[in-house]
T-cell receptor, first 112, second 116 residues
Framework: GENVEQHPSTLSVQEGDSAVIKCTYSDSASNYFPWYKQELGKGPQLIIDIRSNVGEKKDQRIAVTLNKTAKHFSLHITETQPEDSAVYFCAASMNAGNMLTFGGGTRLMVKP | DARVTQTPRHKVTEMGQEVTMRCQPILGHNTVFWYRQTMMQGLELLAYFRNRAPLDDSGMPKDRFSAEMPDATLATLKIQPSEPRDSAVYFC??????????????FGQGTRLTVV
């Protein structure tokens, strides 16, 4: 089955700096890679996703890159703000709507 | 607005008691997932339904856990008997997976279960 590794497990940055979270996956059949943000006491919420026919996708301060050959993908947050503090999860699956295998999560702390 | 609804939000129960968690998926979605979240194991898939049929429950302890979808608007996860190690947050998520049309998984707010 699929295995997703995520690093780092914790990340502390100063407000305004960039944050990068990296994930690797094992199953070359996976073709859908979402990123979820989980705030305290809430369920994970999708913030951005990428499909395997695309190498990069950007949405305002958030971008995701995918390297299919190396089987890794990354989340980039620029100009971080205190409200970006949360736990971020990467995941992989075969097509959106199908079951997701999650990485272990990254606790991001943005210091004002 | 469309969202996945889970009840109860919190549940404290004594070891050995039966626990039932409920989930109302987003109308029109045909996939339902149950995930368990703990500090040690992260987010683990327990069960996966498509068009109300169970497709994967390999992550679920079969002796005490059961998951069902009595109809398209209700999914249930039952633990009987409950044990302290079942203490966790249980999330339900729903999505749409069909030929040519797919959406991401939308998560509910979770049920925080504490077994004492």
């Amino acid at each position: 089955g699929e295995n997703v590794e995520q690093h780092p497990s914790t990340l502390s940055v100063q407000e305004g700096d960039s944050a990068v979270i990296k994930c690797t996956y094992s199953d070359s059949a996976s073709n859908y890679f979402p990123w979820y943000k989980q705030e305290l006491g809430k369920g994970p919420q999708l913030i951005i996703d990428i499909r395997s026919n695309v190498g990069e996708k950007k949405d305002q301060r958030i971008a995701v890159t995918l390297n299919k050959t190396a089987k890794h993908f990354s989340l980039h947050i620029t100009e971080t703000q205190p409200e970006d503090s949360a736990v971020y999860f990467c995941a992989a699956s075969m097509n959106a709507g199908n079951m997701l295998t999650f990485g272990g999560g990254t606790r991001l702390m943005v210091k004002p | 607005d469309a969202r996945v609804t889970q009840t109860p939000r919190h549940k404290v129960t004594e070891m050995g008691q039966e626990v039932t968690m409920r989930c109302q998926p987003i109308l029109g979605h045909n996939t339902v997932f149950w995930y368990r979240q703990t500090m040690m194991q992260g987010l683990e898939l327990l069960a996966y339904f498509r068009n109300r049929a169970p497709l994967d429950d390999s992550g679920m302890p079969k002796d005490r856990f059961s998951a069902e979808m009595p109809d398209a608007t209700l999914a249930t996860l039952k633990i009987q008997p409950s044990e302290p190690r079942d203490s966790a947050v249980y999330f339900c998520a729903s999505g749409l997976a069909s030929t040519g049309v797919n959406t991401e998984a939308f998560f509910g707010q979770g049920t925080r279960l504490t077994v004492v």
